[in-house]
């Protein structure tokens, strides 16, 4: 006979509710009925053993069992009954708990936003800081859900995750505020600058600062001042002025601190051939960085990816012909001052200006906006400038140099330009120019002009030979 398992339990009870007589051990009687066996009562082993230990009766073990399965049914019916009123009244805490989470969330999101704008007065930031902190402090504790309900709450804990993160932001962006705000107002006044920045009229002669950078080293020398010593670590080389170069640094920062220039930028000139102390290299190379910093890179990149946007020959003409103008501004600016650089960003930003190499290119004509472009380019240009008040004219030329010698090594200007010509050049000689529209006719011409003066082929042969070698880029 097969005994479930869910009745073991009730017959184990049954069997060992007293001592067992004799005859219950001897195998002779039911030990659940003591009924005697014989032909119409078979006995049914209970163990140890099938030959020995107890034995009851089919009809007892029957009882039992039927005893066993009703108890385990109504007992099922009631977990189930208590596993669904226990969740409903855990839905309620919880979506109470996640509603809670949400609507601070939402606060320091509000917060962060409202605080990078010019709508609210620094002390309303502070004030909304405490209040944010204060909502943030009164949120209760997680509640824990009941056995029958599953532990992992994955929406409130996922809430509660980005709660965190809103709330770092906040932070970050009150802190931003408030710092720059102290600095701002403690800062001296300089209205010798409001005619280089075009303040409007009544400027108080401070000029705010939005993000100022230190450098990777500087915080341990702070610290040091307050008695407290850091290890400082070791950094990849270039990475402070790399990072600039990158786009990563703002180029508005008026009180940046140009850290280690001369030993950063002179390794990477070297290796294109250019010497710190060769001044009219340097001045060469000062003047395609300016250019690739400030004109080429950025925004230009989405304009000229526009359906109307520019040709590479045209691109190769105005950077030429922009070349030619940063380098005579990097060249006053030595005598008249950093502030000779506000002529060739004029030019460089000027959104009216046709190009060269004659064509009737202008950015105005395009679908897209320019204006962030001309920020771009007056932007890097101010950074320029404030090196060079900072650190000097050298240091300045040193910079721009160095980009120059990572992202146009073979740019018109650079050392490497007579070698990307000559192997153009060689590649060009093996096309069948007769069959090709638009092709130099004259080679040997061709060669002499692109090499001094590229521009001066036009935009039609630039971009026939743009089409088929690579110059400058």
Known sequence: MHIPAYAHDVIRAAVLINMPTSRQVGGLHCRLCNEPFGADRAAVPLGPTPTSGLFGCRPCLTRLITRARRDRDAALAYDAERARAELASWRVVSDRHFAQLTSVRQAAEAVAGLVRSDDIEVSGVAWLLVSLESAYTWLPDAPNPPPSVDSADRPAQDEAFRLDLAMMTAREAVANRLAYHLLNETA??????????????????????????CGPDAIFDDLANYGI??????HDPFSPWIASMSGKTDVTRKHARFQDIEEQAVPVLMRSGITSDDTDTLLSAAAVGLVVDAWREGPLDA???????PSDGEILAQSVDLYRRARAALANAQTDGPAALLAFAAVASDVDLPWAGGTRFALRAMSGSTAEFVQHVNDQVSFTVEMMRERGWHAGLLHRAASAALKAPNHFGMPGWPSAVTIAMERLALLDRSSVLKAPADLALDETSLLEAPDSLGTDVLNWISRHVSLGW
């Open 229 to 234: 010593a850091v290890e400082q670590p070791e």
């Open 303 to 309: 304009l000229r990816a526009a359906g109307d946007g």
């Open 188 to 213: 001296p006044l300089e209205p010798e600058m409001c005619e280089e920045f075009e303040c409007p009229e009544g400027c108080s002669g401070r000029h705010d600062s939005t993000h100022i950078d």
